[in-house]
């Protein structure tokens, strides 16, 4: 991937297998006749490298055949002509009579009030496009909302291929910022980290899918919470760290985290209560792992997941508010605590793939909090952030919860949840 032909090269095959397996099934499961996706150069619209243009009405119109037929009118035609993948085009003067010619019972456009990634057509677009094809055509336009949301998230091998590189890369970079390579406790910032990460994605000519991020301390054994906060703040000794971190590259981003703990003089492993709570999270994540299967929607998977998160031993909390919001349970101690305690369990594992955000990836969203996509089926090779967060009760910390955000990225197959990539099994140490 580190050639501009490589990454168009295999843009646009993934673009040729997405129109030729994965468009046909979209359209047919939808009951959608024709697919019209407008874009409008200046006004950057998700699909813009999905479907290889940025300008133009982009037109699937399903005839019947193994093969969803392909135009565009009033597109780039010569740029549109060397991806390979459209068989049509045309001015704009010329889609009405198209679509009579077609006579759609339903056309699909890229309006939504709930999905980012299907709501880019403007205002102004929608009333040019209604003087385009008649206010009778009108009549028969549908939100695109649902096809979208199953052309993206059921992945091509090529796809596949691509976004566990782009994963490893990302692995291997938040590795190297979480250690000495890059952190001197007593002289390293916060900040510093973030912006030896700029740096290194600079050089492999990608970028951050969040802009740019720092680590955040967990629990310090020497700072206090009013001064970890800063992104300023000086890594110490005693630290507990968690990068949240997410790279963006060829139509993908990421979007996982790793954890740090900066050993103390004379220690050489991380203090037994942390990692208590960390092998405790571990065990969540083989319960949270073994529940999500394909063929079932994401309220179900949740409500599953609680079950048998409580049967092991575990305390599950449901989400309707977004941790970084507030939500989750307190990490203050019980009055009453007892140690070990229950480790209580919190859940967002939720849809990644041609973006890392949580909030616009289209797909199911196994999270309380997303009610809106609650009703999604969890579809075969689903692109996921495998996420939760466990909280256990630390007696070395005066009972305050040690909370762990796991998150890593993976895939929902035949065969239930995969890895792209090694996970996280430790806590990463620095000396």
Same mark, same amino acid.
């Given at each position: 991937?580190?050639?501009?032909?490589?990454?168009?090269?295999?843009?646009?095959l993934?673009?040729?297998?997405?129109?030729?397996?994965?468009?046909?099934?979209?359209?047919?499961?939808?009951?959608?006749?024709?697919?019209?996706?407008?874009m409008?150069?200046?006004?950057?619209?998700p699909?813009?490298?999905?479907?290889?243009?940025?300008?133009?009405?982009?037109?699937?119109?399903?005839?019947?055949?193994?093969?969803?037929?392909?135009?565009?009118?009033?597109?780039?035609?010569?740029?549109?002509?060397?991806?390979?993948?459209?068989?049509?085009?045309?001015?704009?003067?010329?889609?009405?009579?198209?679509?009579?010619?077609?006579?759609?019972?339903?056309?699909?456009?890229?309006?939504?009030?709930?999905?980012?990634v299907?709501?880019?057509?403007?205002?102004?677009?929608?009333?040019?496009?209604i003087?385009?094809?008649?206010?009778?055509?009108?009549?028969?336009?549908?939100?695109?909302? !649902?096809?979208?949301?199953?052309?993206?998230?059921?992945r091509?091998?090529?796809?596949?291929?691509v976004?566990?590189?782009?994963?490893?890369?990302?692995?291997?970079?938040?590795?190297?910022?979480?250690?000495?390579?890059?952190?001197?406790?007593?002289?390293?910032?916060?900040?510093d980290?973030?912006?030896?990460?700029?740096?290194?994605?600079?050089?492999l000519?990608?970028?951050?899918?969040?802009?740019?991020?720092?680590?955040?301390i967990?629990?310090?054994?020497?700072?206090?919470?009013?001064?970890?906060?800063?992104?300023?703040?000086?890594?110490?000794?005693?630290?507990?760290? !968690?990068?949240?971190?997410?790279?963006?590259?060829?139509?993908?981003?990421?979007?996982?985290?790793?954890?740090?703990?900066?050993?103390?003089?004379g220690?050489?492993?991380?203090?037994?209560?942390?990692q208590?709570?960390?092998?405790?999270?571990?065990?969540?994540r083989?319960?949270i792992?073994?529940?999500?299967k394909?063929?079932?929607?994401?309220?179900?998977?949740?409500?599953?997941?609680?079950?048998?998160l409580?049967?092991?031993?575990?305390?599950?909390?449901?989400?309707?508010?977004?941790?970084?919001?507030?939500?989750?349970?307190?990490?203050?101690?019980?009055?009453? !605590?007892?140690?070990?305690?229950?480790?209580?369990i919190?859940?967002?594992?939720?849809?990644?793939?041609?973006?890392?955000?949580?909030?616009?990836?289209?797909?199911?969203?196994?999270?309380?909090?997303?009610?809106?996509?609650?009703?999604?089926?969890?579809?075969?090779?689903?692109?996921?952030a495998?996420?939760?967060?466990?909280?256990?009760?630390?007696?070395?910390?005066?009972?305050?919860?040690?909370?762990?955000?796991?998150?890593?990225?993976?895939?929902?197959?035949?065969n239930?949840?995969?890895?792209?990539?090694?996970?996280?099994?430790?806590?990463?140490?620095?000396?």
């Amino acid at each position: 991937m580190k050639d501009a032909r490589t990454r168009w090269e295999m843009l646009n095959l993934i673009r040729k297998e997405k129109f030729r397996i994965i468009l046909p099934i979209a359209m047919r499961e939808n009951e959608i006749d024709m697919w019209i996706h407008i874009m409008r150069e200046g006004n950057p619209d998700p699909l813009t490298i999905d479907l290889g243009g940025d300008n133009g009405y982009f037109v699937f119109t399903d005839r019947g055949d193994d093969r969803i037929e392909r135009a565009v009118f009033g597109g780039d035609e010569e740029m549109l002509r060397l991806t390979g993948v459209y068989d049509i085009f045309g001015s704009e003067d010329e889609l009405k009579q198209f679509i009579e010619e077609r006579n759609p019972k339903t056309i699909a456009v890229n309006m939504s009030d709930w999905l980012a990634v299907a709501d880019g057509l403007s205002y102004t677009g929608y009333k040019k496009l209604i003087k385009l094809v008649g206010v009778e055509l009108s009549t028969i336009l549908v939100s695109a909302e !649902q096809l979208i949301t199953d052309f993206r998230t059921r992945r091509i091998l090529s796809e596949i291929v691509v976004y566990g590189q782009l994963c490893e890369i990302a692995r291997g970079l938040l590795e190297r910022a979480l250690s000495n390579e890059v952190i001197t406790p007593g002289e390293t910032t916060l900040e510093d980290v973030g912006w030896w990460m700029e740096d290194q994605l600079l050089k492999l000519g990608m970028s951050s899918t969040f802009a740019m991020s720092t680590p955040m301390i967990i629990h310090s054994m020497k700072s206090e919470k009013e001064d970890y906060r800063s992104s300023k703040y000086i890594i110490q000794q005693g630290d507990l760290m !968690q990068y949240d971190y997410g790279i963006s590259a060829m139509n993908f981003g990421t979007d996982f985290k790793r954890v740090a703990y900066i050993l103390r003089k004379g220690e050489t492993a991380v203090p037994a209560g942390i990692q208590y709570g960390w092998d405790q999270a571990i065990k969540a994540r083989g319960v949270i792992r073994d529940t999500i299967k394909v063929g079932v929607t994401a309220e179900e998977t949740l409500a599953s997941i609680g079950k048998n998160l409580e049967e092991k031993g575990f305390e599950y909390i449901h989400l309707t508010l977004d941790p970084m919001l507030g939500g989750g349970p307190s990490l203050e101690p019980k009055e009453d !605590q007892e140690y070990p305690g229950k480790t209580e369990i919190t859940v967002d594992c939720h849809c990644v793939g041609n973006t890392g955000n949580s909030e616009v990836a289209s797909g199911p969203s196994i999270a309380g909090f997303r009610p809106d996509r609650a009703h999604l089926i969890i579809k075969p090779s689903n692109l996921f952030a495998f996420e939760f967060i466990a909280y256990t009760p630390n007696e070395e910390w005066d009972g305050e919860k040690v909370r762990f955000n796991m998150e890593d990225n993976a895939i929902v197959t035949e065969n239930g949840v995969e890895w792209l990539y090694p996970p996280n099994e430790r806590i990463l140490l620095i000396h």
